[in-house]
């Protein structure tokens, strides 16, 4: 019989070791929300709705961290690290704007749960502290905001098909060989792999519209 899966957390940007949830959530809430208005009507008792927009999907969930019985700052082993991925990052600069920003990250639990997105919201909860004030215990809602709607990545960026030892990928607004890496391997770690295919010295300088060579397997 298999051991549990933990859910993780990986930052698609920098690639590196994915947060580990402690425990898996309890629950995991998607929802989503399409914007209708209604045509401007004299005389009818109900306008007819005209589809406006989609919302992205948003999931949340709530994750338990407890570190009393190792008498360590529930902040430094596991807190700490979700709230990093909120944080403006200087190298993630927009090269119309000119603007950074928190990194994209990527929630996976198993086979099943998969899901690109930012997180727009952190609410976190001390519950348990030792008697010189360290917390121990904490609870942390977390929501993603899905990044790119799913459905759309496979017609922008087609691949040469079959099993051949090399596929292409144009780059995209926003995109970072981590996030490429993790898209085709399943493993962000492996963007160097691409980095040294294309011959790039430059790693976070990708350039909308470049067509990369990715190595297969």
């Given at each position: 019989m298999s051991g549990l899966v933990k859910?993780?957390?990986s930052n698609l940007d920098s690639g590196g070791s994915p947060i580990e949830c402690m425990f898996n959530p309890r629950e995991c809430t998607f929802s989503k929300v399409n914007q209708w208005t209604r045509e401007k009507s004299?005389?009818?008792n109900v306008a007819d709705l005209e589809f406006s927009?989609?919302?992205p999907a948003t999931l949340s969930m709530e994750l338990f961290f407890d570190t009393f019985a190792a008498g360590e700052d529930v902040r430094k082993e596991y807190t700490d690290a979700l709230w990093e991925l909120m944080l403006v990052d200087d190298g993630l600069e927009d090269t119309k704007n000119k603007k950074s920003r928190p990194p994209y990250v990527h929630f996976q639990w198993g086979k099943s749960w998969s899901f690109d997105a930012v997180i727009t919201n952190i609410q976190q909860s001390f519950t348990l502290f030792l008697p010189d004030g360290t917390p121990v215990r904490?609870?942390?809602k977390v929501?993603?905001?899905q990044l790119k709607d799913e459905k759309l990545l496979p017609s922008q960026n087609p691949t040469s098909g079959g099993d051949g030892i090399e596929r292409v990928w144009t780059v995209q607004?926003?995109?970072t060989l981590a996030r490429?890496?993790?898209i085709h391997y399943g493993d962000s770690?492996?963007?160097?792999r691409i980095a040294n295919a294309n011959h790039l010295i430059s790693v976070r300088d990708l350039r909308p519209g470049t067509v990369l060579l990715i190595p297969h397997g």
């Open positions: 859910a993780t957390i004299s005389g009818a927009t989609g919302q904490a609870t942390m929501t993603f905001e607004e926003g995109d490429i890496a993790h770690d492996r963007w160097r």
